[in-house]
């Protein structure tokens, strides 16, 4: 069974920055084709960034120019940096493949404000 592990949220005035990391256990891990989600509260959980099957990476619109995403393939861990983080960008944060195929973890909450 697969379990996905979120960490390195918290509260942030805006402006700030965070860096979430994603381990898995369970599961011969690879970093391709990862992403990160989050879901607000009373929304739907919402692609944020992700990983190809080439490497390569894709964020959406609403973070591009702030967030990163990343990997570290001898760790198997993912990572997604964030900075000039807005309160709109409050919300649990998720990883899993995209599309997802593992169970959803726990999340790590990321809270924007003064």
């Known amino acids: 069974q697969v379990q996905l592990v979120e960490s390195g949220g918290g509260l942030v005035q805006p402006g700030g920055s965070l860096r979430l990391s994603c381990a898995a256990s369970?599961?011969?891990?690879?970093?391709?084709?990862m992403a990160w989600y989050r879901q607000a509260p009373g929304k739907q959980r919402d692609l944020v960034a992700s990983?190809?099957?080439?490497?390569?990476?894709n964020v959406a619109d609403s973070v591009k120019g702030r967030f990163t995403i990343s990997g570290d393939h001898a760790k198997t861990i993912l990572y997604l940096q964030m900075n000039s983080l807005k309160p709109e960008d409050t919300a649990v944060y998720y990883c899993?493949?995209?599309?997802?195929?593992?169970?959803w973890g726990q999340g790590t909450q990321v809270t924007v404000s003064s």
């Open positions: 899993n493949k995209n599309p997802p195929a593992y169970p």
């Open positions: 369970g599961t011969i891990f690879s970093i391709l084709t």
């Open positions: 990983i190809t099957s080439g490497g390569g990476t």
